[in-house]
Structures are given as structure tokens and as C-alpha cells.
């Protein structure tokens, strides 16, 4: 059973991503120019699985109005697109937490394109967060 005390960490790594987002410039690859610039819409897609087994997990991701979806005991594999208007550089995130061991793997593809991915490995509590920036 999950007390209110064991999702603060979620919080926590979320304010963090923000914190950190605001502070983070990217330069950019020639393949990134024609998506540069605003107002303009991506497709952003969120995946969430693991090769140990978790079959579920606290899922937390920027939803299509910049602000944030929280799920909680999603089914692992976990897959949600949404596409997102963009009117100035801005940074979007994807947290998952288990709240037993094993492995977690984060995704964020935009537009077809994976921008962010880590796998998070424990042997208690499992989480981890991956996060992009959109610059001019």
C-alpha cells in the first residue's frame, strides 16, 4: 500500500526537471533547424517498459497543454502519444516510479525521433526521469 509520503519523491524529481529546464540551452544539429522555430505542433510520444518483469509503475508525463498527466499503476509496456503546440522554447518530461526493484526503461520520441532515453536499475525502489527541451 502506498502512503502520500513514498509519491513525493516523484515531486520532488519532477521540480527538479523543471528547475533544470529552465537553466538548460541545446545547440542544434543540422536535422533539428527544419523543426525549429514557432508556433509549430509535435508529436510526442511517451514509452514505458522493463526486461525484469515490472508490470506496473507511477507514470507522471507532460500532457498536450504543457501541464502534467499523473497515472498511477499503469500497465507496463506504457505507450501515450500526444501532440503538443509549441508557441516558445519550453521542456517536457516523463517519470516513472515502481515501488519494488527492477528495471525501468524511459522513452521520448518526437516526431518519430527518439530524443530521451535511460533504463533505471535497483534492487528496491525503481525510478527514474528523462526530459527534452524545445529551442529556438
Known amino acids: ?20 529546464l529552465l537553466g538548460t540551452s541545446c545547440s542544434k544539429d543540422k536535422d533539428d533547424k527544419k523543426d525549429s522555430g514557432f508556433p509549430r505542433t509535435v508529436t ?3 514509452k514505458v517498459s522493463s526486461n525484469s518483469g ?7 508525463f507532460t500532457n498536450e497543454t504543457l501541464g502534467e498527466t499523473d497515472i498511477n499503476d499503469a ?4 505507450n501515450k502519444k500526444v501532440e503538443i ?3 516558445e522554447p519550453v521542456g517536457i518530461g516523463l517519470t516513472g516510479a515502481s515501488f519494488v ?14 530524443v530521451a532515453a535511460q533504463e533505471f536499475n535497483s534492487n528496491s525502489t525503481t525510478s ?3 526530459s527534452h527541451s524545445f529551442v529556438r
Request: aromatic fraction near 8%.
Open 1 to 20: 500500500m502506498k502512503t502520500p509520503l513514498l509519491r513525493h519523491p516523484m515531486r520532488f524529481f519532477t521540480l527538479l526537471m523543471a528547475v533544470a
Open 44 to 46: 510526442v510520444e511517451y
Open 54 to 60: 515490472l508490470n506496473k509503475a507511477d507514470i507522471m
Open 75 to 78: 500497465a507496463i509496456p506504457f
Open 85 to 87: 503546440k509549441l508557441t
Open 101 to 114: 526493484g527492477g528495471n525501468l526503461k524511459l522513452e521520448i520520441i518526437v516526431n518519430g525521433k527518439s
Open 128 to 130: 527514474g526521469i528523462v
